[in-house]
């Protein structure tokens, strides 16, 4: 949760919240009616094959690339924005240093020519 943009955290935390609940209501009304129709053990045979197939499909995934641990590149992304930030300043501070030393040969030049009509 950590990783996702600060704007949809809500939206997330929201998001599987709700489907948590309806994943409880969906599966305490299919375990229900297995365990009076089927078994007593069958409703934890069901959970185990449905938590066995999330398993498989979220390994599937992962290995197509469908779904991507991004910490390495959002680390590079924010190590790149704070070296562009860096070099922007050092340009201000040149441009800065460039315009007094300007400034200053400007005053130096006035200085002589005032010295000079004198």
Known sequence: MRNADKEIRGVIYGTAVA???A???????AGGWLFDNVGPKTPFYFVGCCDLTVCFL???LG???VIKNDITERKLEAEE??????LIEEQIASNNSNRKRQRECAEVNNDFSINANN
């Open 63 to 65: 290995l197509t690339g």
């Open 23 to 29: 994943g409880q209501l969906i599966l305490c009304l």
């Open 19 to 21: 489907f948590g609940y």
């Open 81 to 86: 924005i704070e070296r562009k930030r860096q």
């Open 58 to 60: 979220t390994i599937i």
